[in-house]
Every structure is written in C-alpha cells, then in structure tokens.
C-alpha cells in the first residue's frame, strides 16, 4: 500500500497555497473596507442633494435615481462576491495541543532549506530554542506561520546570506524572531529561485504605509490573533536589518 505521508515537494506546494490564500483573503479584506468608505460618503451626499433639489426637477430626480442604484449596486458586488469569497479564511480554525518546540523548529528548518535556502545559498541560523520546552497551541497553524517567516526571509535575502530565527519561549508564551540583512532587490531577480509567485514577491517590494506588511505574510498575522498574540515586520530596506516578530501565548496564559 502507498504511502499516504505527504513529501516535502507535496508540503512546501500545499504551504505556498495556504499563503496565497490568506494572500487573497487580506487583499479583498482591504479592498472591501476601501471601498465602502466613499460609497458611504456618495450615499450620504445624495441624500443630502435629495432635500435640496426641486422634486419637480425629473432630471435631476434620475441622476439621484442614478447614483442611488450605482451605490446599490457596488455594496451588492461587495456583498457577494468580496465578502462571502473571504467566508473560507474568515474564522482560522485552531486545534490546540501540546507540542516540543525544538522538534517543531527542526522540521521546519528542514523544510525550508530543501525548499529554498539551500538553492539560493542561504544559511538558516538557529538560536536559544530551549530544549524539552513545549506550547500548547495550534501546531499546524504555528508550523505554517513559522515556515512562511523564514521562506519569505530567505526570498528577501541576498544570495550566500544568513537568516536568524531566534526562539525564546515561557511558561505563558513562545516568541519567534526571524533576523537577516534586507535584500528586496533579490524578490523579482529572475536569476534566483523563488517560491512565492510573481505578483507576491513584487507587492512585497513596494513601501509599506504604517502598520502595514507585505501581503504574502498575512497568514502570519491571522495565526497570532486566532492564538490572541501578535505579529510585526519591519519594512525592507536594501542592506538594513530586517524583522519579522511572531508571538504566540500558550493556551490558559
């Protein structure tokens, strides 16, 4: 009987699809809050415009009609096809349990270097990861969380660098700090091998506004507020320190 234990190759693709996904889920997200902020304000102005103008006035009656029935129409799009798409990633599903970080870490490390590191030349470094230390949380969403850090990091890295994870955990909370020399210029550089898709890669590249972080990571943010934790990065800047901070309480903390 075949096995039924997926490959690395098998896990890095199903790993690249969860990002994408969450991916797409964070940019409706935006685009559905963008949006219905000026819808908002149309809708407010043509009830405004609606008191001042004549009733009389069957021209400007249908232009209101007009706008009335466009913004209608916009919220309905909204509606049904951004916000009900994003129903699939909506609520992140955690099934807690209680697992060793070291062996989490060693898996993934390994992961990652056959997936991309060790093509690209790229030293993972790993430090203070406390041995016999355990998290009770979602250890598939903290492996995928855990994974894209380090494979978004790799990407963003020159050539022949380094990445640092560096691990300290509690009996309240485990905190994941992911540390290399920023290389945005290596994300689109045809020359190298990628795993994230053109479009991610490129979008990871533009500056981020405040608060804000590239699109590809979103999954990482998702899995630290379903855990009630938190994620930041830094913004990439060539030859500079870049961070990546993943914190994640243990259940009961």
């Not at 009609?65 to 916000?83: A, F, K, N, P, S």
């Not at 993934?108 to 009770?136: F, M, Q």
Request: glycine letters at 4%; hydrophobic letters at 45%.
């Amino acid at each position: 009987m075949a096995s039924t234990t997926p490959t690395r190759t098998e896990r890095t693709a199903r790993l690249c699809a969860e990002a994408a996904l969450f991916m797409r889920d964070y940019v409706l997200s935006r685009v559905s809050h963008d949006l219905r902020s000026p819808l908002n304000a149309i809708h407010s102005w043509a009830y405004v415009l609606d008191r001042k103008i004549d009733s009389a006035d069957a021209t400007a009656q249908r232009a209101l009609g007009g706008i009335r029935t466009g913004v209608e129409q916009q919220v309905h799009l909204l509606e049904t096809l951004v916000d009900t798409t994003r129903a699939e990633t909506r609520k992140l599903q955690i099934e807690r349990t209680s697992f060793e970080l070291d062996a989490l870490i060693d898996e993934i490390v390994a992961d990652v270097r056959a997936a991309l590191a060790d093509a690209r030349d790229v030293t993972i470094a790993v430090e203070g990861v406390p041995r016999a230390a355990t998290l009770d949380a979602g250890r598939e969403r903290v492996a995928q969380a855990l994974w894209l850090l380090l494979a978004f990091a790799t990407e963003a890295a020159a050539q022949g660098g380094t990445v640092t994870l560096a691990v300290s955990a509690t009996a309240t909370a485990a905190q994941f700090e992911v540390r290399w020399q920023a290389s945005p210029a290596s994300l689109t550089d045809d020359a190298l091998t990628h795993l994230f898709e053109p479009f991610a890669r490129a979008q990871a590249r533009e500056p981020q506004e405040q608060g804000r972080f590239p699109w590809v990571l979103a999954l990482c943010q998702r899995v630290a507020e379903a855990h009630g934790g938190r994620f930041e990065a830094q913004p990439l800047v060539q030859g500079e320190a870049a961070l990546l901070t993943l914190n994640v309480p243990s259940s009961g903390a």
